[in-house]
């Protein structure tokens, strides 16, 4: 079963840096590019960020525009987000999502199950 | 960016019930639209892209209409594992951008 797998989260203060990871398995990952995507407590879905299969196409939403940076080792069949400066409206779970399509916009058909970010001090 | 206005933002529904949620783009996005069902504490699933394909495994009381700026989500005959909270997305620029979700509950 194609499958992801997010770890990392957890309670930072703010101001804090977090490194979340989305292992991918039973799929050729190195031909999809990858997006991140959150949820706040009791919202809607946000947008984070995307990178191409090959990382040169790299998009933030402009809520974390230079504060996180999106990266991908295709070695390791994995997915990094790196989170600097939280703040409390971090607070989210985070999915990593895959897209349906190669090379051109998709749909996310394959989300992970989602870490936990809590910024609080 | 482009905006989302999806509606209604719940809806009561009885099982049987034709159902029907609707999106507007705030500009033209041709057929780049999905739409997913959320389950409390569940990831967000797949349920159709280019606003009218039905991704695989998913029943066909399920559809989806529209282009342009106009969309609609129909389930055909409600059923009790169909209460959730759906969204739709555009996948035709940056930033991605999902509606608000429209929650529906049981009458």
Same mark, same amino acid.
């Given at each position: 079963?194609?499958?992801?797998?997010?770890?990392?989260?957890?309670?930072?203060?703010?101001? &804090?840096?977090?490194?979340?990871?989305?292992?991918?398995?039973?799929?050729?990952? =190195? =031909?999809?590019?990858?997006?991140?995507?959150?949820?706040?407590?009791?919202?809607g879905?946000?947008?984070?960020?995307? @990178?191409?299969?090959?990382?040169?196409? @790299?998009?933030?939403?402009?809520s974390v525009?230079? &504060?996180?940076?999106?990266? &991908?080792?295709?070695?390791?069949?994995?997915?990094?987000?790196?989170?600097?400066s939280? &703040?409390?409206?971090?607070?989210?779970?985070?999915?990593?999502?895959?897209?349906?399509? @190669?090379?051109?916009?998709?749909?996310? =058909? @394959?989300?992970?199950?989602?870490?936990?970010?809590?910024?609080?001090? | 960016?482009?905006?989302?206005?999806?509606?209604?933002?719940?809806?009561?529904? +009885?099982?049987? /019930?034709?159902?029907?949620?609707?999106?507007?783009?705030?500009?033209?996005?041709?057929?780049?639209?999905?739409?997913?069902?959320?389950?409390?504490?569940?990831?967000?699933?797949?349920?159709?892209?280019?606003?009218?394909?039905?991704? +695989?495994?998913?029943?066909?009381?399920?559809?989806?209409?529209? +282009?342009?700026? /106009?969309?609609?989500?129909?389930?055909?005959?409600?059923?009790? $594992? /169909?209460?959730?909270?759906?969204?739709?997305?555009?996948?035709?620029?940056?930033?991605?951008?999902?509606?608000?979700?429209?929650?529906? $509950?049981?009458?």
């Amino acid at each position: 079963e194609v499958q992801l797998v997010e770890s990392g989260g957890g309670l930072v203060q703010p101001g &804090r840096s977090l490194r979340l990871s989305c292992a991918a398995s039973r799929f050729t990952f =190195d =031909d999809y590019a990858m997006h991140w995507v959150r949820q706040a407590p009791g919202k809607g879905l946000e947008w984070v960020s995307n @990178i191409s299969w090959n990382s040169s196409t @790299i998009v933030y939403a402009d809520s974390v525009k230079g &504060r996180f940076t999106i990266s &991908r080792d295709n070695a390791k069949n994995s997915l990094y987000l790196q989170m600097n400066s939280l &703040r409390v409206e971090d607070t989210a779970l985070y999915y990593c999502a895959k897209v349906g399509s @190669i090379g051109s916009p998709g749909a996310f =058909d @394959i989300w992970g199950q989602g870490t936990m970010v809590t910024v609080s001090s | 960016a482009i905006r989302i206005t999806q509606s209604p933002s719940s809806l009561s529904a +009885s099982t049987g /019930d034709r159902v029907t949620i609707t999106c507007r783009a705030s500009q033209g996005i041709s057929s780049y639209l999905a739409w997913y069902q959320q389950k409390p504490g569940k990831a967000p699933k797949l349920l159709i892209y280019a606003a009218s394909t039905l991704h +695989s495994g998913v029943p066909s009381r399920f559809s989806g209409s529209g +282009s342009g700026t /106009d969309f609609t989500l129909t389930i055909s005959c409600l059923q009790s $594992e /169909d209460f959730a909270t759906y969204y739709c997305q555009q996948y035709y620029s940056y930033p991605r951008t999902f509606g608000g979700g429209t929650k529906v $509950e049981i009458k």
